[in-house]
């Protein structure tokens, strides 16, 4: 079975500050897309950041960047200069040839003023 | 553009009744899904629909059905609600397979 480990139910970082939010998969197919989305407390999930498998070059947007490992099957998430609207639940997810999307289960970021 | 937009925002239902959740997308994609959220975990895909006229299992889909209706409408029907449906559900679209999955602002639905 496919899955999407995120051993970090909570998290906090001080505004300004740096926080990395760790996600680990299990996956024996070598083409695949890898996602963070963020859901704030309105439920709006919300795309962050997208890494495609093929690509060794770690993606980044803006103040959000991602620690891709194939080998280690891992994809972290770091946040650079923390804000408040930061503070939400941060997802990684996983999608492969199925189309389904794979979600761990979350970790819950505050961000500290 | 309203994206994704799905109705009603919440429900309450007994044991044993039926109701449909109506998702619509305006972005033209091919795909479109359905999952649900329960506390503490992830979203978990229901059903899914690869382009008009086809449907497919997801990982939970015992309880459900769908209907992709046109291009922009994918409906998920509880025929007989039970309470282990109490769940908060989202839809989503998108194209291909590893292009980015737009969701909705979800259902809240309570099974009483």
């Known amino acids: 079975a496919q899955t999407v480990t995120q051993s970090q139910p909570e998290m906090s970082v001080q505004e300004a500050e740096t926080v990395t939010l760790s996600c680990t998969y299990d996956?024996?197919?070598?083409?695949?897309?890898l996602f963070w989305y963020k859901q704030p407390p309105s439920r709006q999930m919300i795309l962050v950041i997208r890494?495609?498998?093929?690509?060794?070059q770690n993606a980044t947007e803006n103040r959000f960047s991602v620690n891709f490992q194939k080998a280690a099957k891992s994809f972290s998430l770091k946040i650079s200069d923390s804000q408040l609207g930061d503070a939400a639940m941060y997802f990684c997810?996983?999608?492969?040839?199925?189309?389904?999307?794979?979600f761990g289960s979350g970790t819950q970021l505050t961000v500290l003023p | 553009n309203a994206g994704v937009t799905q109705t009603p925002k919440f429900q309450v239902l007994k044991t044993g009744q039926s109701m449909t959740l109506q998702c619509a997308q305006d972005?033209?994609?091919?795909?479109m899904y359905w999952y649900r959220q329960d506390p503490g975990m992830g979203l978990r895909l229901i059903y899914y629909?690869?382009?008009?006229?086809?449907?497919d299992k997801g990982e939970v889909p015992n309880g459900y059905n769908v209907s992709r209706l046109n291009k922009r409408e994918f409906s998920l029907r509880l025929e007989s609600a039970a309470p282990s449906q109490t769940s908060v559900y989202f839809c989503?679209?998108?194209?291909?397979?590893?292009?980015?999955?737009?969701f909705g602002p979800g259902t809240r639905l309570l099974v009483l």
């Open positions: 996956t024996s197919e070598s083409d695949y897309y």
């Open positions: 629909s690869a382009s008009e006229g086809t449907t």
């Open positions: 890494q495609e498998a093929y690509k060794q």
């Open positions: 997810a996983y999608i492969r040839s199925a189309r389904q999307l794979t």
């Open positions: 972005m033209n994609h091919n795909s």
């Open positions: 989503a679209s998108g194209n291909a397979r590893g292009e980015t999955q737009y």
